[in-house]
């Protein structure tokens, strides 16, 4: 490896998961190959790619194309993930993900979860 | 959700992950359930817990805890993963993982890479 | 630099800062020599110190030890820093810095600017 | 603060700062001011914006536009950032800083470090 590639790497760069994610995304029903697909598009969005192809996101997966094109279908379907329009400087329209779904339903869970243990906290109080 | 639980998200913070393990994990032979293990130590460790057991990791997971001790056992024995011995400051010893042997493989891959490339070069440099 | 320094910067890793700090700690009233002085303290205890003395942190700063104590015993007087006792494993007490007072500034900060934001509108909507 | 803004705040995401770079960049003669004006760049440049004005800039800071503007015009001369051409995918060229150059600085130092403690363990077996 020489100085080049060194300085690749830095400027590359590192995508940063919040630790909620990791300890959360089961109780949101989603899997690890689901995980992985989302965290791929989170990488290529962070280096400017903001609408990579199901072939794009599986060359670097264990997944087949065909695959990835149905977590892709379902993750929108069941409100992971959303395809946006969006404008460049020069008013071109152009398709991007997004993954404030994503973000929404982790909210959710932390929400839903402050209700329950606000009532179990109620509930042992009465008794 | 009250202040407290915001203070703590913040508190709890964020996982770092080199963008070349996303792009590069496929040819290191590994496949979206072995690496989300290896985040989820990863995690771990980051919050001061450097030997979570199979059944915490689990509990994160949408895989079996036999499954868990399994992948854990294979990342071990094909040199992704390794235990180590540490001493803390009052010189008991723990048991720790490691992830430098992973660290390692992603450093041959990249050596490897700058090899075949310059090979490639000298070939079409013949021609 | 050969294989293990590499291996070395991998395992170390990064830091990950929030970008709304990055966007909002002039308004919290601090100043850049502040914020480094919270990014070191946030590098040692990422690194397994969490107590790092003056003198670790101005070795890696071009700020003299006794500057690094003052800015320290202010961060603390003025309330964006702790020093909280802990118990390790072996209940022995240790004292530790926690960041946990920055991170309530920062929510306090969110909060204030929507209260802000929602008066502003009702006040354009009485126009 | 609402869901809203909560879902912005994970939306915008963490910049991810290598550990290195917090403890050798007082080594590389860069000051606490000169990195949170390169910090503020990357935040910038992570959230689409690959070229900030001095005023954007400064707004973040408690340093004035004039001082961040002299700030800058050093940083450029000395080595530590670069402004690029580049064109976007309608071949419009614009400009856009690169932190390439501080990358390699930081790489040059770990060269020189190794080489530095390769004479060292040199001249110890001479003696």
Partial sequence: ???????????????????????????????????????????????????????EISSRMTLSETRCT??????????????????DENRVIFERYSLRPFWEKIIQYLFYQTINEEKEKAKQQEL
């Fill in 1 to 55: 490896m020489n100085k080049d590639q060194l300085v690749d790497l830095f400027e590359q760069g590192s995508i940063s998961i919040p630790k909620i994610v990791m300890s959360s995304y089961k109780q949101l029903q989603l899997n690890e190959e689901e995980m992985m697909v989302l965290f791929q598009i989170l990488t290529f969005m962070e280096s400017g790619n903001f609408f990579p192809t199901p072939s």
């Fill in 70 to 87: 149905e977590i892709l279908r379902q993750l929108i379907q069941r409100g992971y993930l959303e395809i946006n329009e969006d404008n």
